[in-house]
């Protein structure tokens, strides 16, 4: 038994180091020998005793045991580090989290399903319902799987969701406006929709208000000014008196639809009623429909405003803009029409309308001066001939009047739609005057009391149209008795028409519009009226 000087232990015989700290062991052998002998000759084991004095040195051998077991921890931990070797450990648990890799790609119906949400607000909803179908068929899968893609899904459902949602409202708004116009049966197979195109264009409105305008009938005259203002003649040959002013407003197409039936649609005019007359004329398309608003802020007469309120003209027709620029319109309050033409091109066409009163001042003293242009002379020999030709107007259906003073020219007014309720119409126009006349012969037959009734209703819509001094008598014209109806417009412009029905059952309507400077053509219309 060998002793390790350095830590007291006991090692085997024959070992070189210590087993406990390593130490070389000194060579003990040739001492061991020698003394082995001596214990066996002494019977008493005292000197084994004796050398008990050793084990005194054991405590010490175990103190410093304890001490050099600290600095010698690190040789036995350095080992045992080796074990705690996590390296190999975290690849153990990386290769587990590096399987969600193929959620790198993420999970397609996702994408799909957001990509067509988008679509879907550019092709007004076409791909909004595969987009969100696709999207939540997406969510869950990416759900299930542990895929990337959620929150795509997500958001095509969002996005789908609002423009379905938002199609489903427009579609029902638009399905009630669609069934109340085919209950109250004002829309007609094609309607006059938007999707015929038309809107309000600033070059024509430009184009109508940077020019005057006439009416070849009456003679009136318009002109417009700055900040949307108007003023309104009663005759082009008279600017010094009698005239309206206010403001003005212009629709055109699809603008002008929207406004006739929603903000005037009192009035009664439907979308069929347009449709029809788009239909009906081959020289214009929606796009020609014009609405002009004259909001009226005065009417003077003698140099006074004698209207203390204001009140408003629509008028809707058409602008045809060819060669020839016509505003060819209906007074909506009066119900009669009305056809404007450029100043420049009056005064060629209608030489007669030689003299306008203009103003040459515009300070408060304002004077007048008669602006003459050159008259042309020359109506002797075509208009003479044409107007010789209807020395007598009309035929056995319609009656007939005998042209007996005054320059008369073929006038066609808009009928409304009513063309497919005439049989046979005459209408001629004084374009001294501007005074209309028309013999209107109805198809059908008709009993004596349709003549009152027509009359009846004929004398209210007057009143309720800003006619005033309405009357209606019975009277008799072209040997037959009658009702007669007269009003006098805000203008100045008067309206007399006659009902009666003829001894064929034929419903006959005659109408004289005139000034109250022209009371020769009224009466000339009243007293050479013959039927039969």
Known sequence: MA????????????????????????????????????????????????????????PVYQQPAVQ?????????????????????????????SAQPVPAQKSNGLCTVGLILSIVGYITFGITSLIGLILSIAGLISAGKKNEKGKGKAVAGIILSSVLIAGVVIFGAIYAARIRE???????????VDDDLGGSSDD?????????????INSASYLTFGRKNSFTYYQSYTDLSDYYYTGTYEIYFGRDAVKELTGTYKDYGVTRSELNDLVDRNDDVELDDLVLLVLKNDGMWIDGENVKDEEWVSPYFGFYYNGSDRVLDLANMNQGTYFTFIPEEDYTSSYPAATSAVIPTDTTDETTWETETTEETTDWTSEETTRISDYEVVGDSLTGTVELTQGKWVDFAEADGGMSEYIEARYQKMNIETGTIFGLLVYKGDYSADIAKELAENSKESMETGDYSNVTMEKTTIGGYE????????????????WYFVDSNNKLHYIS????????????????????G
Do not use: H
């Open 68 to 96: 050099p077991v600290q600095p010698v921890q690190p040789v036995y931990q350095q080992p045992a580090v080796q074990p705690v070797q996590p390296v190999y450990q975290q690849p153990a648990y990386s290769v587990p």
């Open 482 to 497: 009658a009702y007669t109806i007269t009003g006098k417009y805000q203008d100045g412009m008067y309206l007399t028409v």
């Open 3 to 58: 002793f390790c000087p350095n830590c007291g232990s006991a090692n085997s015989d024959g070992v070189r180091f210590c087993s406990n700290c390593g130490n070389p062991l000194p060579a003990a052998q040739p001492v061991a020998q020698p003394e082995a002998q001596p214990v066996y000759q002494q019977p008493e084991a005292q000197p084994v005793q004796e050398a008990q004095p050793v084990q005194p040195v054991q």
């Open 203 to 215: 070059k024509r409105v430009k184009d109508i208000t940077s020019r005057d305008w006439i009416e």
């Open 181 to 191: 116009y085919v209950e109250d049966g004002t829309i007609p197979t094609v309607d």
């Open 512 to 531: 004289v519009e005139y000034f109250g400077n022209d009371i020769d053509s009224y009466e000339m219309v009243r007293d050479t009226y013959r039927f």
